[in-house]
């Protein structure tokens, strides 16, 4: 009976997860983002923060903007399938199903692990695992040779086997407990413990558990066992025994369990062929998440090999068909209900309503409108049917309750008013009566403080009377595509369009004011004509979000619009939204959150849960309590501001990679000046023939590689920083010669900074007709010159003078003769 209620609740709960919105988002690297094969057996992470995947088809490393594959067929442990990768000491353990071999992160390159037992035996059996215990030694685990141990100090290695060392030689898992202790998970022979005492493994609980998969202690140094058919076990110390805790999930169906993790305290995740299994240990709930189609946020496989929780909690999973599965720590800010995972059944959201107690109205484009009973999580449709009654058009834009009767505004289907007592509707379109719709095309329904409802459409402004049941045309606004309407502390009436400006209407007088774009050489009261939205903040500012000129701040001394100064890109704005000092408002690309005293802005997209990065407008509301729904073109988002999570940790920078003139530099070749990986060099030292080279930049933040921010410049060439959105390829050329240093730093998805930024010296030689040896050369054969010219000019005058003194003795001579 008990083995029934807890099937029951795996697969009820598994379903429960899935269809409440609740599931976290998934990236998923396949394929197509550059693995060479989507089944993944293993994943690390090294001292740098790269990640690294052992793939059916080789290693590859991945540092949150590529994924290089590393192979070389000339290792011969070196085998396609990589089981395992453990990093130490600068190199990293490669387990395959041809043995063991080594990748050395400086040399970026293979060799076979090529240590021997005392009895000369290698290790050339598959590999399962690789383990470095607290004293230094490294454990290798395989299906065939037992158990390997290598002492790294003595370099000596020791073989177990099934002979007096072990029970069994095909082992799959090995770990190093809290207290020291050696655990051994095998095929046929259960687990096993070290003891040292004897050098061999003593067998523990055989009776309960043969074939045991992978072990795992959680954070309260409980000791638990994944089976091959039997499910999961709990390990009782104190008596020796094996507890079950979860069974197979259904009779005669063996239930897998290949990887263990503790992602929070007391709750452990659990990967197999069933997908990913949720176990709370205080509890004993399970819960069971699968990938299914109609969620492409979720798992995309259910086959899972591996689980691995990075340095910033985050879950990587490898899966068979799927690739690896990402999920972010950070990832719960924004709640998504859509088509497939709610009764909610409709993709494009396009308006919001207050209803009773607290629900909600919601306007679809697609599908009419729904009232959404928050606490029971139930939507119930009204949409257009033959024969039955419902609104007019499918195509809804506005929604308003005022009382026991609804107000719907539809594109093309006019105006309906529903008896929400009896379920009627009735339906209002323009015709050619004075008191009529100026257009049966409605975008805006406002109630305003005075208890007038306004009807916004796309040829002009309305008011509803009630008495007469028809429209009051307000002629000042004929002709205007009404858009939003708002009202500003009881005082006036805002009227937003999309081809006319805003117009207000002052309570106490009665009159219209009309605030539009004028021509530029001319003073203009605002800078477009084309408003989307508006807003009154809490601090009493009045925005507008424009069509085409971004956010717009009303200057109440001046009584005009002026542009806030937002970032270029941001020109369409849909909806805004106050939250204390703060404005939410969503666009055509993403949604932001504004502080206008500070001009902090935060950006987050479809990475950070987002229905998409598209929405619509004024397809949004804000609760009473601070919850605030956002909608677009795949369903809508739900959240609380004060409850967003931000992501606090400081992303590592590295150089990924160094090319010069656009080819890839081979560490350690005759003509390269990389002796090492560029990602562990210290320096770089280049000949003056090296005139165009290239640096690749990867911070090494996943939580959300679109929205980490780079800076960078060549300190003695560059004094600006230059920033950018995307990780750099910095490419520099003709450099004269001399010393500079690389300077980059990055920030993470939430804008904090990692200041220490790289500091990479780089120093480019001369000629060698420039070097400083030759200069001195030059400058020794100058003063050579001089020295001679100065002794070849004295030997002429030297000469020349006895040349003279001859000529004056022979004169002399000549003279006394005569």
Not at 178 to 197: D, F, K, P
Not at 233 to 260: A, S, T
Not at 510 to 521: N, S
Request: some cysteine; charged content about 20%; proline content about 3%.
């Amino acid at each position: 009976m008990k083995f029934a209620k807890l099937l029951f609740s795996i697969i009820f709960l598994g379903y429960f997860l899935l269809c409440g919105g609740a599931s976290r988002n998934v990236t998923h690297y396949t394929i197509s983002d550059g693995l060479s094969n989507n089944a993944v057996y293993s994943i690390t992470q090294d001292t740098k923060g790269r990640m690294w995947f052992g793939t059916i088809d080789g290693l590859h490393s991945f540092d949150g903007n590529h994924i290089r594959v590393w192979r070389d067929s000339r290792v011969e442990s070196l085998g396609a399938c990589i089981y395992t990768i453990l990093e130490d000491s600068m190199q990293l353990y490669v387990g395959s199903e041809r043995g063991l071999a080594i990748f050395n992160l400086l040399t970026e390159s293979f060799s076979d692990f090529q240590a021997r037992s005392e009895f000369g035996e290698s290790i050339h059996s598959s590999v399962s695992h690789v383990m470095r215990d607290s004293k230094h030694n490294i454990w290798i685990t395989t299906a065939g040779q037992g158990v390997f141990r290598y002492n790294l100090p003595n370099k000596t290695l020791h073989q177990y086997m099934a002979i007096g060392k072990v029970n069994c030689d095909f082992v799959y898992y090995i770990m190093e407990d809290s207290s020291g202790t050696i655990w051994l998970a095998t095929r046929e022979g259960g687990i096993s413990r070290y003891v040292a005492s004897q050098d061999m493994f003593q067998p523990v609980a055989l009776q309960d558990v043969k074939d045991a998969r992978v072990l795992f202690e959680d954070s309260s140094h409980r000791l638990w066992v994944g089976t091959g058919r039997d499910g999961l076990y709990l390990l009782d110390k104190e008596h020796g025994r094996l507890i079950q805790k979860i069974p197979p999930l259904q009779f005669n169906h063996p239930f897998q369990v290949r990887r263990i993790v503790e992602w929070q305290p007391g709750h452990l995740l659990l990967a197999s062929d069933e997908g990913l299994t949720k176990y709370d240990v205080t509890t004993e709930k399970v819960d069971v998440i699968k990938a299914d189609s109609r969620h492409p946020e979720g798992l995309n496989d259910n086959y899972l090999h591996e689980l691995f929780l990075d340095r910033e909690n985050a879950l990587w999973i490898g899966t068979y068909f799927g690739g690896v599965n990402y999920v972010s720590s950070v990832q719960d800010n924004f709640r998504h209900y859509h088509k497939d995972n709610s009764q909610l059944d409709a993709r494009i959201i396009s308006v919001f309503a207050h209803a009773d107690k607290g629900n909600l109205w919601i306007g679809t484009d697609d599908a009419g409108f729904f009232y959404w009973d928050r606490q029971k999580q139930t939507f119930q449709g009204y949409r257009p049917q033959k024969g039955k009654p419902g609104p007019a058009y499918h195509n809804i834009h506005a929604l308003l309750q005022d009382g026991d009767k609804l107000f719907v505004g539809m594109f093309m289907g006019g105006l309906d008013i529903l008896d929400l007592r009896t379920g009627k509707f009735k339906n209002y379109k323009a015709d050619t009566s004075p008191r009529s719709l100026y257009s049966s095309e409605i975008y805006a329904l406002y109630k305003d403080s005075r208890q007038k409802i306004w009807i916004g459409t796309t040829a002009g402004l309305n008011c509803y009377n009630s008495q007469t049941d028809d429209f009051e045309r307000i002629y000042e606004l004929h002709g205007a595509n009404i858009s939003y309407i708002f009202e500003e502390k009881g005082k006036n009436l805002w009227v937003c369009s999309l081809n006319s400006g805003v117009y207000c209407l002052d309570y106490q007088t009665g009159k219209w004011m009309h605030y539009f774009h004028q021509l530029k050489d001319e003073e203009g009261t605002l800078p477009t004509n084309q408003i989307i939205t508006g807003c009154l903040d809490m601090q009493g500012v009045l925005w507008l979000g424009t069509d085409g000129d971004g956010l717009l701040r009303y200057d109440r001394k001046k009584d005009v619009f002026v542009r806030e100064g937002l970032p270029e890109h941001i020109r369409v704005i849909y909806k805004i939204l106050p939250d204390k000092d703060k404005l939410w408002f969503t666009t055509n690309n993403g949604m932001y959150c504004y502080q206008p005293l500070t001009s902090s802005l935060k950006f987050y997209n479809k990475k950070d849960g987002l229905q998409e990065n598209l929405f619509l407008p004024n397809s949004g509301i804000q609760l009473s309590d601070g919850t605030i729904m956002v909608g677009g073109v795949n369903g809508f988002n739900e959240f609380r501001p004060d409850k967003i999570q931000v992501d606090t940790q400081i992303p590592t920078v590295i150089l990924t990679d160094f090319q010069l003139f656009n080819k890839p530099v081979v560490i350690g070749s005759e003509d390269s000046p990389l002796k090492v990986s560029i990602t562990y060099a210290d320096r770089l030292v280049l000949d003056y023939s090296h005139s165009m080279f290239s640096f690749s930049v990867a911070a090494l933040s996943y939580i959300n590689t679109s929205k980490n921010k780079y800076r960078y410049r060549l300190e003695g060439f560059e004094k600006d920083w230059t920033e950018t959105n995307d990780a750099p390829h910095v490419t520099y050329t003709n450099l004269p010669a001399g010393d500079y240093v690389f300077q980059v730093s990055a920030s993470n998805s939430d804008g904090m900074w990692n200041e220490n930024a790289i500091a990479f010296p780089i120093k480019v030689l001369p000629p060698w007709w420039a070097s400083s040896y030759m200069i001195v050369g030059y400058v020794l054969l100058g003063i050579a010159g001089l020295v001679y010219a100065y002794y070849r000019m004295n030997k002429i005058h030297r000469r020349r003078m006895t040349l003279l003194e001859n000529k004056f003795n022979l004169s002399k001579i000549a003279y006394i003769m005569t």
